[in-house]
């Protein structure tokens, strides 16, 4: 099963029924909580009280059963007939066969329709290992992988504080419960759903230009609940939201392997020497074998070499030249807004 999200644009009267039955499932939604807390309740027990609720208040007869049945599973129903009256923005195709249509309303007034259809089965696709690649994510380059190639770091909440920061401010003295408090409210809404929307594009894009090009991802499996407690960097791992590109990923890729995350920073991608360093040493510098290239290509090398060993394969990354980050040529994949970019 595959959700599709899209845009609706309703009229008028579409919006205001839409409206009412949003409200309307709500209503039962909170009927069924009041019920819920004096023992645990299945579909079934609530399905059954929806029968009971109907025969006390008869204008729930009026709404769509098939709707009124689904804000036992989910908070929000919806009703599929209402779609086919609705223009709505298809940017992509799905499958015909349609289980489930759910009429949501994000925080900025938009409405969306997510649609869950059933997925034919097909074949397990043929794995190449040749094709694999090991990804080292991070706050300066939001990707740096075995092949040479890096992805700057939006950091698209960072980008937009001052604007967040001014909109907050509006928010806190305006008078609560006033429409001008609700208006600037609204508006601060806005800005995170741009951002939001900013973020989720970057790394659609980014994922399935992977997705394309390698058959394996090889990437680090991160302790992400223990990295936010670094206060200084906190708020630049939750604005990279590296969880929610791995996902992508995951869903995307013939195949996505985790390798544990120790050392790869530290060991040497040519000799398998220790080389210590800071989060301030950009460069690795092995003084044994004499690799000079940057932290996170080595990590992404190493990445891969784990990974590989994993399913015991031979194939190792090319020999590295003694160069540095900057001499490292040139190269670029064509893809919307140059995603690939190198040293």
Known sequence: MRNYKFRLYPTVQQESRLQNNLNVCKWVYNK?????????????????????????????????????????????????ANIELIRIKKHRDTPDNIKQVIVTKSKSCKWYACLTCELVKVNPPKIDFTKAVGIDVGIKSFVYDSDGYQTPNPLNLKKMLKPLVRVQRKVSRRVKGSNNRLKTIRHLQRIHEKITNKRKDFQHKLSSTYANHYDVVFVEDLQLTNMVKNHKLAQNIMDSSWGTFL??????????????????TIDCSRCGSKVPKNLAVRIHSCNKCNLVIDRDYNASINILQKGLKIFNQNKLPQELREVTPVEISMRSMKQEDNTFRCW
Not at 247 to 264: D, F, G, H
């Open 32 to 80: 069924f909580v009041e019920k819920a807390q004096k023992s645990f309740l299945s579909r079934n027990d609530m399905n059954y009280i929806l029968t009971e609720l109907k025969q006390s208040e008869p204008w729930l007869y009026n709404y769509h059963s098939k709707m009124l049945q689904m804000v036992s599973t989910q908070l929000e129903g919806a009703e599929k």
């Open 247 to 264: 996902q992508k990923l995951e869903y995307k890729c013939k195949l996505l392997i985790k390798v544990p995350a120790r050392n790869t």
